[in-house]
């Protein structure tokens, strides 16, 4: 009598993708995940005032979009707001991430908890409260350009640099110490240590938290809305307003260039990483 | 001057949250162009005394004092020692050349200085040829020359070097340490090593400081550290060793009376008096079926136990009546197997020269 049969197809790992079920599962799954965003990009370039029914193929909403001055200076706004943001919160958490990791100081705990806050407070907590702030201080309004973004570029950095600051922090655990004792030995300063050992190693933490710290910032909406005046509208808080009058595919024609934006950027910052690590594996 | 040590270390403690005593009231002296070890068990103190030599651990009290000069208030990056670690510590980031030349760069050397030094120092090591490769293309040997070129061509005072074989396999070990003494024997410079292995220290060193939870047990080139250990911890540390339990007191002119079961009674060269342990190095005892009758000899009667057969000798275990059995290591001094084969039951006489004995105390 055979208790067991043996089965005469045994399944590798990768032979669970023939299950149908798991098929359809992952089909659906990305189904979900990008059909909203493909159709959103494909609807920008519908030749019709509703987004329903396609009438054919034209590029006018973007004519249209470069010919609207209030949405390109928004756009501008939006990107000198990033850049700004991802170049402060980049230093603020590389510093940051290298104090925490180099030094042990009374309350460390409590600084190190207290810098991670702005990650888990409510971002409509944390943008009615930069409001209130603002408001309160009496920061300054009517200012001229880019200086009348200052609060919204504050507010960004607020939120965004612990995120950097905790991506450095990550990269810096795999620091081997005796690599800066060493440096110490051969007659280095502390800075020069940081500056020829600590950062080549933490670089790649560098673009992915500079990276992070600009898209955050780039389509951040809810803490924008708060602290944004009317002169200083960013792209998210534009595209919102013009939601509010009309799903027309001039906003489909607006999302599809944030969209491409976030992907260029994120592109080329990968392309950074991967010829840096080329680099250090081929030269000879 | 030439003539002082190029390392004093007087009354050196370390401790540790203030009360773990990592080292404790360390005396030390290295003189120039010495190869120096620091042996001892995990957790001993050796690598912290070495760090504080670096200037990367502050003494808690007594003073440091390199080339004439006290090191209190020296930063690490400007000591005159260099340092080996046990991780090699070669910047991933820069290639082999650069490696070697970071530490002229820091001493704002000009360019073409830098290129000659660090060509010379990559030949000193072999390394000639690979000055342009990363560090991620080198096995874990060629890393270590690069770490011991980098050092090198500073031309430090002395060379600090941190458990340097430790990741090495067995036969690269075995290599790098006739490369080490090589090595030192050329530049000249004091090396002072840290190991836990007694056979690297032994192999390697002209002196070694044997340490244990934090003091300096025995300071003596390796011969006589294994022929006259000073107590039962460097005794034991250092290759294998019998150690039976006495009495010990003295009488006058460098020798003391001991009392020993089953050996019975004598006078032996030696110091400690009070509880202490005859001990005997296994190479140093001889077997035989008859009674030997000279007057210097120290004899009992065992039955083999235990034989562990190792080619060029045999590693036998005799029963003596104690605890613990007595071993002897018997060289296979002829090819007739039947002549050297023991059987575990057999009687012998064990013997020993009365001057191979030592008189340990704690």
Known sequence: MRLFRRNPDPMGPLDYSRRLWLRAFVAVTLFFLYAPIIGLMAFSFNDSRRNVVWRGFTTDYYVKLWNNDSLMMAFANSLTIAVMTTIVSTILGALTAYVLWRYRFPGKAVYEGGMAL????????????????????????????????????????????????????????????????????????EYRVFRDIVVPHMRPGLIAGALLAFTLSLDDFVITFFTAGPDTVTFPVKIYSMVRFSVTPEVNAASTVLILVTLVVTTIALWIQNRNNMIGKSAH | MSDAPIIQIKNVSKLYGGTVKAVDGVDLEVGRGEFFALLGPSGCGKTTLLRMLAGFEVPTAGQVIIDGQDMATVQPNKRPVNMVFQSYAVFPHMSVEQNVGYGLKMERRPAKEIRERVAEALELVKLGHLGKRMPDEMSGGQRQRVALARALVKRPKVLLLDEPLSALDAKLREAMQLE???????????????????????????????????????????????EMPANRFVADFIGKINMIEGDSTAAGDGEVRVKAHPLGEMTLKGTATGKVALAVRPEKIFVDEKEPTDPNLI?????????????????????????????????????????????????????????DTLVLGD
């Open chain 1, 118 to 189: 702005p990650i888990v407070i409510p971002e409509i907590c944390m943008g009615v409260a930069m409001m209130v702030f603002f408001a309160r201080i009496g920061w300054p309004a009517g200012l001229p350009w880019p200086i009348n973004l200052g609060s919204i570029t504050i507010a960004h950095i607020a939120f965004a640099f612990p995120f950097a600051a905790i991506v450095i922090r990550a990269r810096l655990e795999s620091f081997n110490r005796e690599l800066s004792e060493c440096a110490r030995d051969l007659g280095a300063s």
């Open chain 2, 180 to 226: 080490l003494v090589r090595l030192q024997k050329t530049v000249g410079i004091t090396f002072v090593i840290v190991t836990h292995d007694q056979s690297e220290a032994l192999s390697m060193a002209n002196r070694i400081a044997v340490m244990n939870q934090g003091k300096v047990q025995q300071v003596a080139p390796p011969a006589e550290l294994y």
């Open chain 2, 299 to 355: 004899k009992v009667k065992g039955k083999v136990g235990e034989v562990a057969y190792f080619g060029s000798y045999s590693n036998v275990f005799f029963d003596i009546g104690l605890g613990q059995p007595l071993q002897a290591d018997i060289s296979n001094v002829s090819s007739d197997i039947e002549e050297y084969t023991f059987k575990a039951g057999e009687q012998y006489w064990i013997y020993w020269r009365k001057s």
